[in-house]
């Protein structure tokens, strides 16, 4: 792999996991991007512009780099959920997921910081939830670890005991789409293989 300079524009644990797992040099700068006052109506380009926006933001910064950023959301009946705010608020997402189906949209944004080149895409996957008691939706609660996901749930840790199915890329639930990553690094003279 050519040693090209690429910052993660995000402190999620998951995708620095997932970079390094990929074997990518990386360093991080989160943005730290207000996602409040986004326009809501279409899943798909929420995740693409919340992800430009982070990436064009760290590219402000900096200089002859490779910047990655991505944004995941949860779809249920055309219901956008992000990360909870508190305890009540994640009860309520998995009491929503629980016995059905739901959408995890993830988009992810690349931009060379030196000649402002940039990719952007989402990509989307079904998640199908079993039937989960309120018990044990209140002592997942209580391990803390839904509280920085959207949907309030994660699929690599103990959430994942809750997903029956999915139908798309696990790595997209996780908040990276790993095969689109690859494709577009390349394009960007990165070879991960």
């Not at 990719?119 to 989960?132: A, C, N, P």
């Amino acid at each position: 792999m050519e040693d090209r300079k690429v910052i993660l524009a995000s402190s999620s644990n998951r995708r620095k996991e997932l970079l390094n797992r990929l074997g990518i040099k990386f360093t991080t700068m989160p943005s730290n991007l207000d996602e409040s006052g986004y326009d809501k109506e279409s899943p798909d380009n929420l995740v693409k512009q919340i992800s430009l926006d982070k990436a064009s933001k760290v590219a402000g910064f900096v200089e002859d780099a490779l910047i990655i950023a991505a944004d995941t959301i949860v779809v249920f009946n055309d219901e956008i959920l992000g990360k909870p705010v508190d305890e009540e608020d994640a009860f309520k997402m998995i009491k929503l997921l629980n016995n059905t189906n739901h959408k995890v949209y993830t988009g992810l944004a690349i931009i060379s910081a030196d000649d402002k080149m940039h990719y952007l895409d989402y990509d989307l996957t079904e998640v199908s939830m079993r039937k989960i008691d309120d018990d044990e939706i209140e002592r997942y609660i209580k391990t803390g670890e839904p509280m920085d996901k959207a949907g309030a749930y994660g699929i690599q840790g103990k959430g994942g005991v809750f997903v029956e199915k999915i139908f798309g890329s696990y790595f997209t639930v996780m908040g990276l789409p790993i095969h689109k990553l690859s494709l577009a690094l390349k394009s960007f003279g990165v070879d991960i293989i």
